[in-house]
């Protein structure tokens, strides 16, 4: 059952083959079901003030599908996703789904009760934690400036690769003054990326607006659920990709992957 009363983002067109490609990609030859999950997300208002006492307003999304109590600061920042606002909705009757979508099994995940001035403090302690750090890495960078070079390349190109950088970036630095410069940006991107800020916020305020539902495709294995966004993405050739991130929450958060199992019914 879908709740009809919220806009849904309409999901791109999938062939059988690229469905096809997909169950083989992240099931292989394990027993799987595939399923169409609407995701709910509320979008936000944000008003920050930095550490140099500038003033910010944007706009961000959150995933509610998981109650906020479940995560620490540095996995509740990551349900963030900004650039679902840019995505083209319609109300759910307008949708037409297409074939093979269409005969998979469609479900709506519950909406849950968040707690928006406990996330402001877990995001503004983070962000207190690593904008302090990163200072006093970089008065440590001035005194070993032959690893200066290193750093400069630890700046995350896009979105797609935040999270690589979270599993693999202490791998290619070459000591522990390096690695917490690589873990610190890494996180300073992630905070500003997923609040679509530009500076750190020391203080933070949230205004809920509209609600809207977002399509993944999810493959349930015996061993995980595999989120893929059903939303073609991409510069020059537009493919379906999964989400990393949120599967690496599903996995490794025991309440967060009872509730995606509720939600598929299994």
């Known amino acids: 059952m879908v709740c009809r009363m919220y806009h849904h983002t309409?999901?791109?067109?999938?062939?059988?083959?690229?469905?096809?490609?997909l169950t083989?990609?992240?099931a292989g030859k394990e027993y799987h079901q595939i399923s169409l999950l609407w995701v709910p997300y509320q979008?936000?208002?944000?008003?920050?003030?930095?550490?140099?006492?500038?003033i910010e307003n944007t706009k961000t999304a959150l995933n509610i599908m998981f109650p906020d109590e479940i995560f620490d600061e540095k996995s509740i920042i990551l349900l963030f996703r900004p650039n679902l606002l840019k995505m083209k909705k319609e109300k759910y009757e307008l949708i037409k789904?297409?074939?093979p979508l269409k005969y998979l099994p469609e479900r709506k995940a519950e909406i849950c009760e968040v707690n928006y001035k406990r996330i402001s403090k877990k995001i503004v302690s983070l962000s207190k934690s690593v904008y302090e750090n990163l200072r006093n890495l970089e008065s440590m960078v001035i005194k070993y400036p032959n690893i200066s070079n290193t750093i400069l390349r630890l700046w995350?190109?896009?979105?797609?690769?935040?999270?690589r950088l979270f599993v693999e970036g202490s791998r290619?630095?070459?000591?522990?003054?390096?690695?917490?410069?690589a873990n610190a940006m890494a996180l300073s991107t992630v905070i500003k990326m997923t609040l679509n800020v530009k500076k750190f916020p020391e203080e933070l305020e949230f205004r809920e607006k509209e609600i809207f539902y977002h399509p993944y495709l999810i493959i349930s294995t015996e061993k995980a659920f595999i989120f893929v966004d059903l939303i073609k993405r991409g510069m020059l050739s537009k493919r379906f990709t999964e989400d990393p991130i949120l599967n690496r929450l599903?996995?490794?958060?025991k309440r967060a992957n009872e509730i995606v199992r509720r939600a598929l019914n299994l």
Do not use: H, R, Y
């Open 10 to 21: 309409v999901p791109s067109s999938i062939t059988k083959k690229e469905l096809a490609k």
């Open 24 to 26: 083989q990609k992240f």
């Open 43 to 54: 979008t936000l208002e944000c008003t920050i003030q930095t550490f140099e006492g500038t």
């Open 97 to 99: 789904l297409e074939e």
């Open 156 to 163: 995350l190109p896009s979105a797609d690769e935040f999270d």
């Open 172 to 181: 290619n630095v070459k000591n522990n003054i390096e690695k917490e410069f």
């Open 250 to 253: 599903v996995k490794e958060n």
